[in-house]
């Protein structure tokens, strides 16, 4: 039910096509989530430099040039390496080669970065959740929802990973109930519901569906 790593909300469609149980990775715009006078005026031009490659970056991923993508995400960090969108996508780029050790380091990094930013924290949440690992993929989750506690993606990946471990709880039954009032696929939102109903059931006793 998460949605599968995210580069920029203008590029969201990094991996298939979203599923129940799939999701796509979240991408991070290439301009810098930054205030005005925060970076010193010495590094403003590695700044600028470092947005222009990851710009570069993006084009790239969207013709489907993943090589030259990385290429140009690593460029962009080794000009500025406070640059978390740029770490962020360069992340998303790596898990479509399936490098995931280093995929999962630019994620870090990312967040580093940025600890504002949830998405950094999310894919690496649905890194997990693809190796099959529900519970270190839920903590994770869990990490992006403290930056974020609407963040409809790490919502629908605690979830789900709650669902394959077994282990629903009142949380998750509160994020499900928050999920429903944000997610507009009709297949998430029967989802939802269905698990809502599951766990609400299983609590009283009975069982669903009988």
Known sequence: MPRLPHLAARWAIVLAAVACCGGLAACSSSGPRLA???????????????????????????????????????????????????????????????????????????????????????????LYLERGYPADARRHFGDALKADGNYIDAMLGAIRADVLLGAETDETLDLIRKALFRVRSDEQRLWLERNRLRIEESRAGTTYGA
């Open 36 to 126: 005005p006078g925060v970076i010193p005026a010495e590094q403003a031009q590695n700044l600028n430099e470092a947005v222009a490659l990851a710009a570069r970056g993006d084009k790239a991923m969207e013709r489907g040039n993943t090589e030259d993508a990385i290429d140009l995400y690593r460029k962009s960090v080794r000009t500025y390496d406070g640059f978390a969108a740029a770490w962020n996508n360069l992340g998303v780029a790596l898990m479509r080669q399936d490098d995931f050790a280093a995929a999962e380091e630019a994620f870090i990094q990312a967040s580093l970065a940025d600890p504002t930013d949830p998405r950094p924290r999310y894919n690496q949440g649905l």
